[in-house]
């Protein structure tokens, strides 16, 4: 149901810069807190004790979240075409959650990535884009978005890399990072 006219817009955090899932994740959460249940889909990450998963075990069933990846493609743990079934596993996903039309936001985490690696097509994202319900936000995020889809989309944030502390030898942190 729409309520006060609202409508569920496709956006996409894109960019080279860190925050794209932690801006999708900003808007998981504001939904929560209204209530609203929502569904997040990690195309590529396959980490198990990251915070954000930790926190959606807390809040089931109002939070589904399902990691499909198999980790970061550049490692070789997996084949190619392991990555392209697991990709292609989050679109069955993601197009059933959209046809149960239960969910207020769709976070598709990563599946911008997903598509530069051609473990998704265009053309799958795009259906996705036109099953989604009336009133759900449909979040794409990942480095790269084309202008083809950033044509499709209703709001689109290109989150720039001004200083990452990566670059001065700090890794990655518990709580900020992951």
């Not at 990251?50 to 550049?74: D, I, N, S």
């Not at 997903?114 to 989604?132: E, M, N, P, T, W």
């Not at 001065?168 to 709580?175: N, R, S, V």
């Amino acid at each position: 149901m729409i309520e006060n006219n609202e409508r569920g817009l496709t956006v996409i955090f894109t960019g080279n810069g860190k925050g794209k899932t932690s801006a999708g994740m900003g808007v998981v959460f504001r939904a929560l807190g209204h209530g609203y249940h929502c569904v997040v889909i990690q195309f590529i990450k396959a980490n198990r004790e990251t915070g954000e998963l930790k926190l959606a075990e807390r809040l089931a069933p109002q939070l589904a979240f399902v990691q499909t990846g198999k980790g970061f493609t550049w490692l070789k743990e997996h084949a190619a075409e392991e990555h392209r079934i697991a990709a292609q596993e989050g679109v069955a996903l993601a197009k059933a959650a959209l046809e149960k039309g239960e969910c207020k936001v769709l976070l598709l985490d990563e599946i911008l990535y997903a598509l530069g690696k051609d473990l998704v097509s265009f053309d799958d994202i795009k259906a996705l884009i036109a099953a989604k319900p009336a009133a759900t936000h449909l979040i794409l995020t990942g480095r790269g978005a084309p202008p083809e889809l950033i044509a499709l989309a209703d709001m689109v944030s290109d989150i720039d890399s001004v200083k990452h502390p990566y670059q001065a030898g700090i890794p990655a942190q518990k709580g900020l990072d992951f």
